[in-house]
């Protein structure tokens, strides 16, 4: 069987990654990077004259957070890619196809 995975509608949340690549996904700090803070966030909006939602800033917070580590663990040479390919994808749903084959027999 040859499922082909539906990406989800991103289009609501385009703001928020535009948003993050403005304000700059992570921050210098001592002999790295690290995730943007609170303080900075709400600096950037105070400059920018914007307000956003609480749910808005959390999220920002979060996906810095989460590329500031994808960002350090992608420095291993044996990392695996943060996504799954699309032949990861198809053999996970045969796996599943089979198990519950055989779960019903």
């Given at each position: ?15 928020l ?19 943007i ?62 198990d ?6």
């Open positions: 069987m040859d499922i082909e995975p539906e990406m989800p509608d991103l289009a609501w949340g385009r703001h990654i535009d948003y993050l690549l403005e304000v700059g996904p992570v921050m210098a700090a001592g002999m790295g990077s690290a995730p803070t609170f303080t900075e966030l709400s600096n950037w909006q105070a400059q920018l004259g914007l307000r956003l939602s609480p749910w808005e800033v959390r999220t920002l917070r979060r996906l810095s957070l989460e590329y500031n580590s994808e960002s350090q663990l992608a420095t291993k040479p044996d990392r695996e890619p943060p996504f799954a390919t699309l032949d990861a994808v198809r053999l996970r749903n045969a796996q599943v196809e089979s519950l084959d055989e779960l019903l027999d």
